[in-house]
């Protein structure tokens, strides 16, 4: 069963029931989403070898691991329903949905889960007439399709060709009925499994006929339809439609993308509704070149906007959009199919609002070439964002065969920046990744690590030796087949210890308020340690703090007028500070250069001027003074008290008998006498 132009359009027969083209569109945007490869899908036992009727039309994920797809095969003698589940990513066998009894034909068209195993499936059957079906699958097993009664008054059969459940399986079905002879809009209301009766949704103002595609719900009986209809002058228009409450209001038409040709087949197929008021719709509508072209269309709040042409591959000639799946608003993924000389299945994604240009999609091994748009179907449910499994149909060998696609987020080096390492101590980094499928495999393919580590599959360790900055390029592929692969060049530095600067202990008397405040402490040079040394020199310890590098000079000086002023300048022997009277004379200075984590004692001496002032005034207020060399104004750092250091004079002893120290220097003289002699 194949969608070939109008979903929900009824013939007599199933095999001539017509099934729209699904198309989206948007806004470009780069494409994050990767779809590594394509799987065939199995048949239920029983399957005709020829099979014409292949159909998975719809896929719905009732948790983050656990999806339902359900559709069409073509059995010994007619064409049956059938529905398969995947766990974590992997399909089961697909099994067959016992038909009623006496049809000749049946198909599931549309599947909604409310929770993981708890889903119901909507579609038609031919028996004595078109009629309505569905099947539930209530803790993992499928009861039998059934037929569904109350059709509008004056119906002559019809179809569900969509479905929405929230919990509890409360939900809205939507599809179309021949009524009087026309094909008219329906839904029906299921109240904790049970349809009720179908009601007519009103069609836009001056169309002939009409169906509904597609449905989605926010609550229960508050949902959005999407469908087309046909015009007073016979064009197939794309159209909306809301329930609120449980009351369906009447359709509005779909303003189509600028360009669009008079000569109109347009149509939305799929709706996804992840929040009230915030919809995505994708469908198809026939351009100025006269192609068959995805679109799609976004509300906001109960307007919607103007439908958009979808970015195609290059040399697209024809494309659709059949299914679209949101993990919250702006972000979706829709999927469907293009022809490009050939046919192939195509996704989009939409990422903060903004589409992405489609891509074309990988096939499965024994897929065969096909020129028709027709060839493909593909339908999409996703559990994240960007995380979805896709189920569809492809052209092979026996005609039909199923197939299944896994998304993932594009991989990609998440760690922009590594923390510095210390010469001498041990260093541990894991590079990150986002996206991906996991089992990631890093290698280094440029540059190099600073001297004492090493790369191992993402982990930088070992010990540093060398105060340095490396560059170096890594590479990541996760464990996808065909894999996909990232790359980033990242910078690591290494330096010497840094000593943390000293905190203050705060007094025991000192009132808080009950909490202690941080003190942030000082970078650069820091003075500590002042003495004066011989009453003239001051000896200072000058350490250098959370900087990789400190110089500059220390001075002592001697400040008249300051007037509080805490900004001085030590570039000259004598300098009066701009726009004061204050006179700063410089007495001695000395330069330092040190590196970080380390510190120095050193001495100030006084100068040439510094001495001659000391001895005039024989007692000075010194100040402390440092500029470091990135600053051109210096700061007092402490203040001290200079002297004149005195030397003792040692005098002779007086002896109390003048004799004795008579005799003592006669006598000398008489032993230099004769040594002279």
């Not at 974590?88 to 016992?98: D, E, H, K």
């Not at 229960?220 to 046909?230: A, H, I, R």
Request: hydrophobic share 35%.
């Amino acid at each position: 069963m194949r969608r070939l132009g109008l979903r929900g359009v009824m013939t007599t027969a199933l095999a001539a029931l017509v099934i729209p083209l699904a198309c989206a569109g948007g806004a470009t945007a780069a494409s994050t989403s990767v779809w590594p490869s394509a799987a065939a899908l199995g048949l239920p036992s029983g399957a005709s070898a020829s099979q014409a009727a292949t159909s998975l039309p719809s896929v719905s994920c009732g948790s983050s691991v656990q999806c339902v797809a359900v559709g069409a095969y073509s059995g010994a003698s007619d064409t049956e329903p059938m529905a398969l589940t995947a766990t974590s990513g992997t399909w089961a066998a697909p099994t067959t949905i016992t038909p009623v009894s006496g049809a000749t034909a049946s198909a599931l068209e549309s599947v909604s889960c409310s929770a993981a195993s708890t889903c119901i499936a909507v579609g038609q059957d031919t028996n004595s007439g078109t009629h309505p079906i569905a099947a539930t699958q209530s803790s993992g097993v499928w009861s039998g399709a059934s037929e569904l009664s109350g059709l509008p008054s004056g119906a002559s059969g019809g179809s569900l060709s969509g479905i929405s459940c929230k919990a509890g399986n409360n939900c809205s079905a939507v599809g179309s009925a021949t009524v009087s002879g026309v094909q008219q809009p329906i839904a029906m209301n299921v109240a904790a499994g049970t349809f009720g009766q179908a009601v007519q949704v009103g069609l836009p103002s001056g169309a002939q006929s009409g169906g509904l595609n597609a449905v989605a719900c926010t609550t229960p009986g508050n949902c959005e339809g999407v469908g087309s209809f046909k015009d007073a002058g016979g064009q197939t228009q794309a159209m909306v439609a809301a329930e609120t409450a449980g009351t369906w209001a009447a359709a509005t038409a779909v303003t189509l993308p600028g360009g669009a040709d008079a000569t109109q087949d347009a149509q939305l197929t799929s709706i996804a509704c992840p929040a009230s008021g915030h919809c995505a719709a994708v469908g198809s509508y026939v351009n100025a070149a006269g192609q068959t072209a995805a679109m799609v269309d976004a509300q906001s709040g109960a307007s919607w906007a103007p439908a958009v042409a979808l970015a195609l591959p290059s040399g697209t000639t024809a494309s659709v959009l059949q299914s679209v799946s949101c993990a919250s608003s702006g972000n979706c993924t829709a999927t469907g199919y293009s022809v490009a000389v050939t046919a192939s299945p195509l996704a989009a994604t939409e990422s903060g609002g903004a589409w992405s240009a489609a891509t074309t999609l990988p096939t499965p091994s024994g897929a065969t070439s096909s020129g028709s748009l027709s060839a493909f179907e593909v339908s999409v449910g996703c559990t994240g964002s960007e995380k979805c499994q896709a189920v569809g149909t492809y052209p092979d060998a026996a005609g039909l065969g199923a197939m299944a696609l896994n998304s993932h987020p594009s991989l990609s080096v998440s760690t922009s920046s590594l923390p510095r390492g210390v010469i001498g101590k041990a260093y541990s980094a894991k590079l990150a990744t986002s996206g991906g499928t996991g089992d990631d495999a890093w290698t280094l393919t440029g540059g190099s690590l600073p001297a004492g580590l090493s790369f191992n599959n993402g982990v930088i360790s070992g010990t540093p030796t060398t105060d340095q900055t490396t560059t170096f390029s890594v590479a990541v592929h996760d464990g996808a087949s065909p894999p996909d692969q990232a790359t980033a060049t990242l910078s690591l530095t290494i330096g010497p210890a840094v000593k943390p600067p000293k905190t203050t202990k705060k007094k025991s008397g000192s009132k808080s308020g009950g909490k202690k405040k941080s003190k942030k402490g000082k970078k650069g040079a820091k003075l500590g340690a002042f003495k004066v040394v011989h009453g003239s020199a001051v000896r200072v310890k000058i350490t250098c703090v959370d900087q990789r590098h400190c110089n500059g000079r220390v001075a002592l000086v001697v400040i008249e007028h300051l007037r509080g002023k805490r900004v001085i300048a030590i570039n000259s022997s004598t300098h009066r500070a701009h726009g004061t009277r204050t006179k700063t004379v410089w007495l001695g200075s000395l330069r330092y250069a040190l590196r970080g984590g380390h510190h120095v004692t050193r001495t100030i001496h006084l100068g040439r001027a510094g001495t001659r002032l000391l001895k005039a005034k024989r007692k000075l207020d010194v100040a402390v003074a440092l500029r470091t060399a990135s600053s051109k104004r210096a700061t007092i750092e402490h203040r001290v008290k200079l002297h004149e250091h005195k030397t003792k004079k040692h005098k002779a002893k007086k002896h109390k008998h003048g004799k004795k120290s008579g005799a003592h220097k006669h006598k000398h003289k008489g032993k230099k006498g004769n040594h002279s002699a």
